[in-house]
Structures are given as structure tokens and as C-alpha cells.
């Protein structure tokens, strides 16, 4: 009788934590009970940080790829501006695809590694899928809707856009949800599915429409000369220079109402940058106008005794009045 004890008491495919113990101990119920106890648990670790490591390398290799592809873009281009955009949303749903599938690896090995026969569960995975097709659509046209959304170029993270329920400035992007943040600073959540239109104010170019009311009594030719003055000192400005990239426009007289003449101003601007450019053409219009002497329209209220004649306002044009009781 051989004094070696042998190891036909482990099957070939169980972990060294049966043979080492059936080693030391030379019991078959030790070395079974270790499996369950040592080896298995260490091999599910080791499957999990396999897998967190694939992950992370996955991750920051998208990274890399990212960070090359923003750094051979020309600086200061909108084409560029708008492929770096397109790019980080890119690799948003790399990371996420690559998420997907590592999670799903892992843990088919862990059943394997449990004990658990995967060939049914890896056979049984089409008729599965159309299973939780029907029953859950929701999810699916999520999915679809946003690789629709992604390969189309739709909006891409750091685009400002209007989804219907909400609007504001996109911070992530996946296939199931959008993730943006409105100018108060509210986080929302909106389902692709769900998004049955979209509003880009970022894409190329984008536009400032200014509305300037002016008071009756101003001559039209000289309010409009200003306007243009005014828009072409700032189409001239260093400091916006590749901000607004276009001469802006005074398009006339926009519409004729009982307080005044609202006279329109347009202003291509690079995108993002309509909000700013606005506001600072309507200081720079205010500050010209008062120098200029134009007088913008205000309310008035003139009272009057029954029969008095209606004075004209400080607008040139008749002034607003409350009911006046004529009775003697």
C-alpha cells in the first residue's frame, strides 16, 4: 500500500484549494469542504477583479482614443468643435457597450464556476431575448432609439438642447437614457424612448434676435443707423472676434404697437454664445441710446376731467387712460 495519498478524490477541473487540503489532510470531505469554502469564493473573487480590471483598461483605452481625436481637431473651428463633441459621445457609449458585455461574461462564469450547466442558459438566449422583447418594449425602444439618436448626430454631450419636457445642457449620454442639467441647475433623466423631438441650439451656428422698442416720436432712419452702428462695432471687437461670425443685420421695423416701434436686430453667432452676445449687445444699445438721446417707450397714465382733450404722452403717441365717468 502506497503511503502518497492519491488525488483521485478531486475531479481534474476542481480548484487547487481540494488538492491542497486532500494533501495536508488526506479526507475527502475536508477537501470538498474546502471547495465550497476557499476555492470556489476565490474564484469568483478572482472572476470579479478580472473584470474590473478588463473594464478599466477598456475604459481608459476609449480615453486615449478620445484625447487623440480632440487633440488632432483644429482649435477654435465649429466642424472641429462639433466632431470633439461627437467623439466624447462616442466613446460614452463604448464605455458603456464594453460595461455591458464585461458584466454579462462575468457572470456566466460565475454560474459555471457555481456548478451550473450554461450551455441551456447560452442556447435558451435568443428565445429569451424575444421573450424580453415583447415583455419589455419600453427597453427596447429606448435602445434603439438611442442608437438612432447617437449615430445621427443628433446632440452629443455638451449640446444645449430642448427634449419638450426639458431643456438644458446634455452631461451624459447612453443607450437607455440622456442625462442633462437646466440652467437652474436641475438634473434630468429623460428616457430616449421618450424623446419624440429635439431642439439643438449648439449644432454649426446658432442666433441672437434682438427686439428694440422706440418710442413714437423717434426718427426711424436715425434709430436704425444707430443699430447698425452700434452691431458693427461689436462685429468688430477683438474680444468677439470667432464669437459672432457674421455682420450683423438691423432688419427694420418689426412690428407697430400701441406703446411703440420695436425695430429687429440679428446676430450670427458661433454655438452657445447667443446668450452672451445678447446680452451684451442690449447694454451696448442701451448705453448708445442714451447718448444719442433715443427715448424708448414706457407706460403712461394721463387723468383728465370729463370733456378735456387726451394729451399725447411723453411717446408721441396718444397716452393709455382709465374709463374717465362723464356724468355731469
Same mark, same amino acid.
Given at each position: 500500500?502506497?503511503?502518497?495519498?492519491?488525488?483521485?478524490?478531486?475531479?481534474?477541473?476542481?480548484?487547487?484549494?481540494? /488538492?491542497?487540503?486532500?494533501?495536508?489532510?488526506?479526507?475527502?470531505?475536508?477537501?470538498? !469542504?474546502?471547495?465550497?469554502?476557499?476555492?470556489?469564493?476565490?474564484?469568483?473573487?478572482? %472572476?470579479?477583479?478580472?473584470?474590473?480590471?478588463?473594464?478599466? %483598461?477598456?475604459? /481608459?483605452?476609449?480615453?486615449?482614443? &478620445?484625447?487623440?481625436?480632440?487633440?488632432?481637431?483644429?482649435?477654435?473651428?465649429?466642424?472641429?468643435?462639433? /466632431?470633439?463633441?461627437? !467623439?466624447?459621445?462616442?466613446?460614452?457609449? %463604448?464605455?458603456?457597450?464594453? $460595461?455591458?458585455? +464585461? $458584466?454579462?461574461? &462575468?457572470?456566466?462564469? $460565475?454560474?459555471?464556476?457555481?456548478?451550473?450547466? !450554461?450551455?441551456? %442558459?447560452?442556447?435558451?438566449?435568443?428565445?429569451?431575448?424575444?421573450?424580453?422583447?415583447?415583455?419589455?418594449?419600453?427597453?427596447?425602444?429606448?435602445?434603439?432609439?438611442? +442608437?438612432?439618436? +447617437?449615430?445621427?448626430?443628433?446632440?452629443?454631450?455638451?449640446?444645449?438642447?430642448?427634449?419638450?419636457e426639458a431643456s438644458g445642457t446634455i452631461e451624459a449620454v447612453s443607450l437607455r437614457v440622456t442625462r442633462l442639467r437646466d440652467t437652474e441647475g436641475t438634473v434630468w433623466y429623460v428616457r430616449n424612448g421618450e424623446i419624440l423631438r429635439v431642439g439643438n441650439m449648439s449644432q454649426n451656428w446658432a442666433r441672437t434676435v434682438l427686439d428694440v422698442a422706440v418710442a413714437y416720436s423717434e426718427d426711424l432712419v436715425k434709430v436704425r443707423r444707430v443699430l447698425r452702428e452700434v452691431a458693427h462695432d461689436m462685429w468688430e471687437d477683438d474680444e468677439f472676434r470667432g464669437i459672432v461670425i457674421e455682420e450683423p443685420e438691423v432688419w427694420g421695423v418689426q412690428s407697430v404697437g400701441p406703446d411703440g416701434v420695436v425695430l429687429r436686430v440679428a446676430v450670427k453667432t458661433a454655438p452657445q454664445q447667443q446668450w452672451a452676445v445678447g446680452r451684451e449687445l442690449r447694454q451696448r444699445i442701451k448705453a448708445r441710446f442714451d447718448y444719442a438721446g433715443i427715448e424708448v417707450p414706457y407706460p403712461e397714465w394721463v387723468t383728465r376731467q370729463p370733456g378735456q382733450a387726451v394729451p399725447s404722452g411723453a411717446n408721441g403717441a396718444p397716452s393709455r387712460e382709465p374709463d374717465a365717468d362723464v356724468h355731469p
Open positions: 500500500m502506497s503511503l502518497v495519498p492519491t488525488y483521485d478524490e478531486c475531479d481534474p477541473d476542481q480548484s487547487y484549494a481540494c /488538492r491542497a487540503v486532500f494533501r495536508l489532510t488526506d479526507n475527502e470531505s475536508l477537501a470538498d !469542504v474546502a471547495v465550497w469554502l476557499i476555492g470556489k469564493p476565490l474564484s469568483i473573487a478572482l %472572476l470579479f477583479v478580472l473584470g474590473f480590471s478588463a473594464r478599466w %483598461l477598456i475604459h /481608459r483605452f476609449v480615453d486615449r482614443l &478620445v484625447r487623440q481625436a480632440e487633440s488632432r481637431e483644429t482649435a477654435g473651428s465649429l466642424v472641429a468643435s462639433r /466632431r470633439v463633441q461627437r !467623439v466624447r459621445t462616442m466613446g460614452s457609449l %463604448l464605455k458603456s457597450i464594453a $460595461t455591458g458585455l +464585461i $458584466t454579462t461574461i &462575468v457572470l456566466i462564469m $460565475t454560474i459555471a464556476e457555481l456548478g451550473y450547466n !450554461v450551455a441551456p %442558459l447560452l442556447a435558451s438566449a435568443g428565445i429569451v431575448g424575444v421573450a424580453l422583447g415583447f415583455g419589455a418594449q419600453s427597453l427596447v425602444k429606448d435602445f434603439l432609439s438611442g +442608437i438612432f439618436m +447617437i449615430f445621427e448626430d443628433q446632440y452629443g454631450v455638451g449640446d444645449v438642447v430642448d427634449v419638450g
